[in-house]
């Protein structure tokens, strides 16, 4: 029986376990990546193991979230993260070199090496022929320490790619279009992997934008496979060394199949608020428009600003229309600079930011009250530009140029505009924005501790028996931007946890952290996918912090599952899921023979004021048990 790709790269990395979906496995991983925003709980954490130097190939600290530094804290974590990383032999990525996948890609990126990222859309490496997996934290952590990582096998959906795209039509349609079919929880448990004649037509940069916003499906990775497109790529970035072909043999067997037709995909829009509310542009109309962003990593690449250029050039930005540019990186923003079209953007009354992250994060740029803003991103939940009552549509940099000349949603197709077709190429070797961690005893550099980080919080190993109060009862597709909310406001406040707690569920239900703090112990009730979204860790260690011991839910995201699971918290499954229904805020819940309970994979839960008892499932592999028997990872690695 012939292989798929995902599980070529996976046996090739399997240190044990059973290479089968649903099994738990442990595999090799050969690179890391942090970004600044998860990166300071990283490296405390890696501190926190009295690790000398990373067990990995490479390791690279990027800083790409903070960098508005609106006061010290976003500086001291980024001179706390540069001295643990030279500690520990680290790469560090200086801000203003540009957003932490991007420059992956273009830097490190190997085909057929594992990666793992303390980001969720580290699986932008899949365009590459990798398998690379976003992760909370302290799984970070401990695959630097160790050179590992444990998960359960995925299932492998197939997605065919058939044809060609039109121009006006790009890759970002291709995954608009598999968010449509699949939902955001569509990819749960699976990875997804890229086959076809279609796939020859896309090149390295196009794939990533797909594998990247696969993490909206919530799949564990997306993958394409490496083949003359990869060559000539990593080609272009002077690394043709790093090449080598791969594809799955042409009997793989996948657990599930689509085919997207290329031909016939047309521009498509991510409507307010989920990346899976995509419809046409032709169906949504014309709606008028009030800022266009263009960045992140999905959308940054030389070939998609070049093609933002092209349609800008000579022309001028609506004049109701805010325009901002982030580019990806800073060989790009080099390059645009040498051949002109940085000139054409500007000219055309666009805003250039840093190379950074930026709107995407809600670092600035948030629209104005009630207004439309098209954005080339991959999240467009509600709140995340900064605006509560913002509609965020996700486009791609086509539809998002146009549109910024028109000052509605447009489908270029129907402008009569020609688009050229925008070869990569090739870039000069620079690492200027990079820090190697050169010298000897680098070990011995000082640790930067600035006073605003502070000590992540541990939690104390699973009691005989859990009594807490229901602080919460939350929707369906609860995000961790919705448990954890980050802009301006609080990301500078990342590495001090009591403070962030204060805000926890903010949007969601204001009264969240008083309630806990009032309560001591408390638990969750939540709907289905709970967790979705970002890999941010916040998202269990704040709860964690306001005493929340179990999250009952109809289903988990994947990482933030993961991240519970690694502070102690239990992440349990209503065998029932009308049970849902049974539960309000107040009710006083227990838990007996907790221990044992856990160990037997169902856990009861009885309502002290009704009496009633709800079977839960727990899903714990042997290693997610003694977790939690111990009150999380650090716990269970000091013994
Ligand atoms: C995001 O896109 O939500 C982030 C910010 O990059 C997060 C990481 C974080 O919360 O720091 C992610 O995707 O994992
Ligand atoms: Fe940064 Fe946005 Fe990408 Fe997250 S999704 S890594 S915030 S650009």
């Given at each position: 029986m012939g292989k798929t790709l995902a599980y070529k790269i996976l046996e090739n990395h399997?240190?044990?376990?059973?290479?089968?979906?649903g099994e738990e496995i442990t595999i090799k991983i050969d690179q890391t990546l942090t970004q600044d925003s998860t990166g300071t709980m990283v490296y405390l954490q890696l501190e926190a193991m009295d690790?000398?130097?990373?067990?990995?190939?490479l390791s690279v600290a990027y800083i790409d979230h903070?960098?508005?530094?609106?006061?010290f804290e976003n500086a001291d974590d980024h001179a706390f993260i540069k001295s643990v990383a030279q500690r520990h032999g680290v790469l560090f990525s200086k801000p203003g070199n540009g957003i932490c996948h991007q420059l992956h890609l273009e830097n490190y990126g190997k085909p057929g090496k594992t990666l793992l990222g303390?980001?969720?859309?580290?699986?932008?490496?899949?365009?590459?022929g990798m398998i690379a997996i976003g992760a909370g934290g302290l799984d970070v952590a401990v695959a630097m320490a160790k050179g590992t990582y444990s998960l359960v096998a995925p299932k492998v959906i197939k997605v065919e790619l058939k044809g060609r795209l039109h121009p006006w039509t790009s890759a970002k349609d291709v995954i608009l279009y598999v968010l449509q079919q699949l939902?955001?929880?569509?990819?749960?448990?699976k990875i997804v992997e890229y086959t076809g004649?279609?796939?020859?037509?896309?090149s390295v940069t196009d794939r990533a934008t797909i594998t990247n916003m696969g993490a909206e499906l919530g799949a564990t990775t997306s993958v394409f496979p490496s083949d003359e497109n990869t060559k000539a790529y990593l080609k272009s970035q002077g690394?043709?060394?790093d090449y080598t072909p791969l594809a799955a043999d042409a009997d793989a067997v996948y657990d599930q199949e689509l085919i997207v037709d290329l031909d016939s995909l047309t521009p498509l829009a991510a409507q307010?608020?989920?990346?899976?509310?995509v419809d046409s542009i032709a169906n949504i109309g014309e709606i008028k428009v009030d800022q266009v962003a263009i960045g992140s990593c999905t959308n940054s690449s030389y070939t998609d600003l070049m093609k933002v250029a092209a349609i800008l050039k000579g022309k001028k930005v609506h004049p109701d229309v805010s325009l901002v540019i982030s580019p990806g990186s800073s060989k790009i923003l080099t390059k645009m600079a040498e051949n002109g079209a940085l000139a054409d953007i500007i000219a055309s009354g666009a805003r250039i930011i840093e190379n950074a992250c930026g709107p995407c994060i809600?670092?600035?740029?948030?629209?104005?009250?009630g207004a439309v803003s098209l954005r080339t991103f991959n999240r467009n939940f509600k709140?995340?530009?900064?605006?509560?009552?913002a509609d965020v549509y996700l486009v791609s940099p086509e539809t998002a140029a146009i549109s910024a000349v028109t000052g509605v949603l447009t489908?270029?197709?129907?402008?009569?505009q020609a688009l050229p077709q925008i070869e990569d190429t090739d870039f000069t070797a620079n690492d200027n924005f990079i820090v190697y961690?050169?010298?000897?005893?680098?070990?011995?550099?000082?640790v930067a501790m600035g006073p605003n980080i502070k000590p992540f919080p541990r939690n104390t190993a699973l009691p005989e028996t859990v009594e807490v109060t229901v602080t919460l009862h939350a929707g369906d597709n609860i995000t961790t931007d919705d448990i954890m909310p980050s802009d301006s406001r609080l990301l500078?406040?990342?590495?001090?946890i009591p403070h962030l707690a204060n805000y926890c569920f903010e949007k969601v239900d204001s009264g969240f952290a008083g309630r806990c703090k009032e309560a001591g112990t408390c638990a969750i009730i939540g709907g289905d996918n709970?967790?979705?979204?970002?890999?941010?860790e916040h998202a269990a260690l704040a709860p964690l912090y306001l005493g929340v011991k179990f999250v009952v839910a109809k289903s988990f995201a994947r990482i933030h599952r993961s991240n519970l699971i690694n502070s102690g918290i239990m992440p349990l499954v209503f065998?029932?899921?009308?049970?849902?229904?049974?539960f309000t805020i107040g009710d006083e819940l227990v838990i007996e023979q907790a221990p044992k309970q856990v160990q037997s994979g169902t856990v009861e839960v009885k309502?002290?004021?009704?009496g009633k008892t709800y079977q839960t499932k727990t899903n714990f592999s042997d290693l997610e048990i003694a977790l939690i028997l111990k009150g999380g990872k650090i716990n269970y690695m000091k013994g």
């Open positions: 399997l240190v044990s376990g059973n290479l089968t979906p690790v000398d130097k990373v067990q990995t190939e903070n960098t508005l530094q609106t006061g303390s980001d969720s859309h580290t699986p932008t490496g899949g365009g590459l939902s955001v929880k569509g990819g749960v448990g004649e279609g796939v020859k037509s896309l690394r043709e060394a307010p608020h989920s990346p899976d509310n809600g670092m600035g740029q948030s629209p104005k009250s709140g995340r530009s900064g605006t509560l009552d489908d270029g197709s129907k402008t009569g961690p050169e010298g000897t005893n680098t070990e011995n550099t000082p500078p406040y990342r590495s001090n709970y967790g979705q979204g970002s890999s941010r065998e029932n899921p009308a049970d849902y229904d049974d309502n002290k004021n009704t």
